[in-house]
Structure formats: structure tokens, C-alpha cells
């Protein structure tokens, strides 16, 4: 049970349709820079539940802008074939929390990394009318450790995400690989 307590201590408000969950350590930023893979995701967009067994492996690449702006590049696979995008973040305040709410983006933060191996992230969005929120499991690796799963597993559950609402994406890094080269 004492296990419990920090993650629980980490998980401040939750409210529907809203969850707001705050890091209350501090990040350097540049030790989230560079290539991730992502490996399982949890999402509340309306389309996620019906997708999710279609999910491939997604690849991103972090890296910060000569202004301070997180830019973080991704490859998906989508209707298309692989499709890549770049979203430029600014830094809200003192904490670490960036945003681009013209871009749909309200709140991007680092929940919980061993700085070196994995981070569990949540973003919250708005695209049109359509608001959520997600929580996805960035890994260095192509396989994730068993301490990065449970920590994504616990943040997602505390969070309130029913499993129907997460999962673990297809071991297909063709699109991942194209972003990370």
C-alpha cells in the first residue's frame, strides 16, 4: 500500500470531461530530447476505441528550438501510409508544461520517467468540438520495460481510463522508423 501513496500523491484533480494531472517534480527538458518510440497509448477521442487494434508503433523525435519551444515530430501510420507532422509547443509559466492552444494542443507534461529509459506523457486537445485527452508510453527502445508499462498502466487507471480505452500498439515500426533515421 505504501507503494501506492507517491503515485496517488502525483494524481491531484480529476474531473470529467477534464482530467488535469500535474508532475509535481521537476524535468530538465532536455532530458526528454531525442528519438522515442511509442509504444501503448490511452486515449478518450472519440474514434480511439474502434482504432486502437490498428494502431502501429509511432515514432517521434524531441528536440528544443534556438526560442526554448518544444518541437516534437511524429510518424503514424494512417489511411495514407506513414504520415509525419511537427508541433512546436511554448513553455506555460515556471513549471514544465508546454502548450500550443492554436494548434489544439492545452497541456503536454512528462507524468513519470526514469530520465533515461521511458516517460509516460499526458496531452490534453482540442480539435473543432471534439475535446480529450491521452496518455502514451514513450520508450528509447523498441520493447518496453515492465517498470515502464506498470508506470503507464497505473498513471492511465488513476487517471480513469477503462481499458477499452488503452492499449498496447501493433510492433509495426515502418512509419517509426522513417521519423527516427
Known sequence: ???????AALLVLVSVPWV??????RLDPKQLLGPWYILAAASRAKNFMVEKD????????VSLTSDNKLRVQSSRHG?????????ELLKQ???WVFENPSLGVLDYRVLGTNFK???VIFTQLEFGDEAFNTVELYSRTEMASREAMQ????WSQGLGFLSQQQAQLQKDLTCAKKILQ
Not at 1 to 7: G, H, Q
Not at 20 to 25: E, F, P
Not at 54 to 61: A, I, L, T
Not at 79 to 87: A, E, I
Request: hydrophobic share 40%; with cysteine; glycine share 10%.
Open 20 to 25: 488535469k494531472a500535474v508532475w509535481l517534480g
Open 93 to 95: 509559466g515556471s513549471r
Open 151 to 154: 508506470l503507464f498502466t497505473k
Open 117 to 119: 529509459d521511458y516517460a
Open 54 to 61: 490498428m494502431k502501429n508503433v509511432e515514432g517521434v523525435m
Open 1 to 7: 500500500m505504501k507503494a501506492m501513496l507517491p503515485t
Open 79 to 87: 489511411p495514407d501510409g506513414c504520415s509525419q507532422s511537427t508541433v
